[in-house]
């Protein structure tokens, strides 16, 4: 038997919701333009190998939820859980760190097998921003801001900027020391999975959903006290640009993300109104991410937002779903062809049209109505013979001459488009 419903974590996506992520990517690609950001599309999969070293061996999404099988040729491939990795390894393998900055902007869906409900699915969709080669705070402040720009274009209200750094290096090196001592202290007290980030990946512990890790976090060392001046400056210079075009923004100290990929700046935007899932946007920089893809050493910062959770969001999107212009009604099989010759010619002039066959007449009129059509356009006999159609304006008021009006098909047009 087929199975007819969707693989969970999937929807199929039509109507008004279509519409709607239609319409958002579209704010999405004129802000991108705005700021400079060139349209990327890459493959949905790619060699497993683009995403297992750059988002680290003790990430949620290489641990456990990658969807990764062997082609029918033996080769290892994922479904792109993310954007970033896929972009970074396209700006190298077209030669693009020839001509840099690259900014870019990609669109399209992500896969991961996470647990589905309410804004979490498994096949979800991301607007996705990377800006590559720009070594200066300018760049991360041209993405935070440009993420402000695009929310508040389509209108999404109550959503907060959650910002923090990481640093340097040298300087996670030396917060990842202290971070070691402190939950080495209370080791009994970590949920298994933070154990093992301990031997791992000691600072993924504050990304940690766990209550009882939570708990600990709230104790824990924080990085700001393990900054090097160089990575305070430059912290420092994002605050004060964003402090200077009137963005408001959150210190969140434990923030980290779960990617490895990040260092120096790192943020989310969150909004109160989604809900367990409340991270709208993520992002931050990823300067040694080429460099351990294989490529050279490159900066680069960029963010993904989540399209799902955009449009669970009450915005000030006016979407509606299109309504055909005119309904073509032959009066039987014989006006059929002349029906269709009449809505090709009325589509060559822009106007939607549909043709109506089934039922009586007076079905098809309240069929047209409603569609929302504006005008039916009736076909018998006479129509064909004179070549004059019976045109019935379906908004017009009932006593209105313009009622209903013997139209040929050129008048039918200039009266459609006036
Ligand atoms: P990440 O790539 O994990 O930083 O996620 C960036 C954004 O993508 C998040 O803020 C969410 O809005 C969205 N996102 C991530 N995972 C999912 C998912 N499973 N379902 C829906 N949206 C998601």
């Not at 340097?168 to 939950?183: G, K, Q, V």
């Not at 093992?196 to 006290?225: F, G, H, M, Q, T």
Request: hydrophobic share 35%; charged share 25%; with cysteine.
């Amino acid at each position: 038997m087929t199975k007819l419903q969707p693989v969970r974590g999937t929807r199929d996506l039509l109507d008004l919701r279509l519409l709607h992520y239609k319409a958002i990517q579209s704010i999405a690609d004129e802000t991108a333009t705005l700021y400079g950001y060139a349209p990327i599309e890459t493959p949905i999969f790619e060699y497993t190998s683009v995403f297992t070293k750059p988002l680290g061996e003790t990430s949620d999404i290489v641990g456990k939820e990658m969807y990764t099988f062997n082609d029918r040729g033996g080769e290892s491939i994922t479904l792109r859980p993310e954007g970033t990795a896929p972009v970074v390894r396209a700006i190298m393998s077209e030669g693009l760190t020839q001509t840099l900055p690259q900014r870019r902007i990609l669109q399209g869906p992500m896969f991961r097998y996470e647990r589905p409900q309410k804004g979490r699915y498994r096949q979800f969709y991301q607007i996705s921003i990377e800006c590559v080669g720009i070594t200066t705070y300018h760049a991360d402040v041209e993405v935070i801001s440009m993420a402000h720009d695009f929310l508040s274009r389509i209108g999404v209200k109550n959503s907060v900027l959650h910002l923090n750094t990481l640093g340097d290096m040298e300087s996670r090196l030396n917060y990842r020391t202290a971070l070691i001592a402190y939950f080495e202290q209370h080791k009994e007290k970590l949920s298994e999975d933070s154990r093992i980030r301990l031997e791992k990946n000691p600072l993924r512990i504050l990304d940690s959903k766990d209550p009882d890790d939570k708990a600990l976090c709230v104790k824990a060392p924080k990085l700001n006290a393990y900054l090097n001046t160089s990575s305070s400056e430059f912290f420092e210079k994002i605050c004060l640009a964003l402090k200077a075009l009137g963005i408001k923004y959150h210190i969140d100290e434990n923030l980290v993300r779960g990617m490895d990929y990040y260092c120096h700046t790192v943020f989310e935007f969150k909004s109160a109104d989604l809900g367990a899932q409340d991270t709208l946007l993520g992002g931050g920089r990823y300067d040694g991410l080429m460099e351990q893809m294989g490529g050279p050493s490159m900066p680069a910062v960029g963010w993904a937002c989540g399209l799902d959770r955009l449009a669970l969001l009450k915005t000030d999107l006016k979407i509606t779903i299109p309504t055909p212009i005119a309904c073509i009604i032959p009066f039987s099989e014989e006006q059929e062809k002349e029906a269709m010759i009449l809505a090709q010619h009325l589509r060559t002039a822009n106007i939607s049209s549909e043709i109506l066959t089934q039922s009586n007449i007076g079905k098809r009129l309240k069929a047209a109505v409603k569609k929302g059509a504006l005008y039916a356009v009736i076909i018998g006999e006479d129509e064909v013979k004179t070549g004059k159609y019976t045109v019935k304006d379906l908004k017009a008021k009932e006593d209105s001459f313009e009622k209903e009006l013997l139209l040929d098909i050129e008048s039918l047009i200039s009266h459609v488009q006036n």
